[in-house]
């Protein structure tokens, strides 16, 4: 096996780990119909993803007939507290992802999750699927002031543990900016919720299956990266 260049590994969630849109799109289907509203196919709200849960109900009342602070303040609360109680019910990881953490873990990496989905989400989530034991930090869309596509908590999280040379994993061009306004080189996979082909969103390398996140790990050469994660101002 060639070597992989990186002491790090960042991952997205949703769309890129785990397959989250159907619970989401139950917990959108409740509040909407709590309040009259039709609710969008599940492809839609796919569609919507990775700007964080209050984005995606903001972006759900758009298309359902217009959105204001009002319906906001009564949506968004009933959105979040049926998705806390269903969190893990038909969201599911996506083929290969659990034995992908298990070999990066066991080539010495350290794994961090950073996430626009609020940690107090992600956590849970992580936990119930047994996979705490794999990541060395949780990033949520909260835990910070500020989140992707600015890559600080990320940097920080890194920085913390040591620094080191770092890539980053995701699905969308929120992924891609993160990992970029960072110079980390990102990965992504084709599979997760971009609207956008995955090879349009000028990531430096795109996969179709985890099978191929090692040899595209290691197809990196040392001299293409900076030699460790700077600390942010």
Not at 163 to 184: C, E, P, Q
Not at 209 to 221: C, D, G, K, M, R
Request: net charge negative; charged share 25%; aromatic share 8%.
């Amino acid at each position: 096996m060639s070597r992989i260049p990186f002491d790090f590994i960042g991952f997205d969630l949703d769309g890129t780990l785990i397959d989250s849109s159907p619970d989401l799109h139950a917990a959108l289907d409740y509040a909407l119909k709590q309040m009259g509203r039709p609710v969008p196919t599940q492809e839609q709200v796919e569609k919507m993803m990775g700007k964080g849960i209050r984005r995606l109900m903001e972006q759900a009342l758009e298309v359902t007939g217009g959105i204001n602070q009002e319906l906001m303040v009564k949506g968004f609360p009933l959105m979040l507290a049926y998705y806390k109680k269903h969190v893990l019910v038909h969201t599911r990881p996506y083929e290969g992802v659990e034995e992908i953490l298990k070999a990066l873990q066991d080539l010495g990496l350290k794994l961090i999750v950073y996430t626009n989905k609020p940690e107090c989400l992600a956590r849970p989530i992580i936990h119930q699927l047994g996979w705490d034991h794999y990541f060395s930090d949780i990033i949520g869309g909260d835990s910070f002031s500020v989140r992707k596509p600015d890559p600080k908590p990320l940097l920080e999280a890194i920085d913390a543990m040591g620094g080191g040379r770092t890539a980053f994993i995701g699905d969308s061009i929120t992924d891609v900016k993160t990992g970029h306004n960072a110079d980390l080189p990102v990965i992504l996979v084709s599979f997760g919720y971009s609207d956008v082909p995955a090879t349009a969103l000028g990531a430096d390398r795109v996969i179709s299956n985890y099978q191929e996140l090692i040899p595209t790990l290691a197809s990196f050469s040392d001299d293409m990266m900076p030699d460790a994660v700077v600390k942010p101002d």
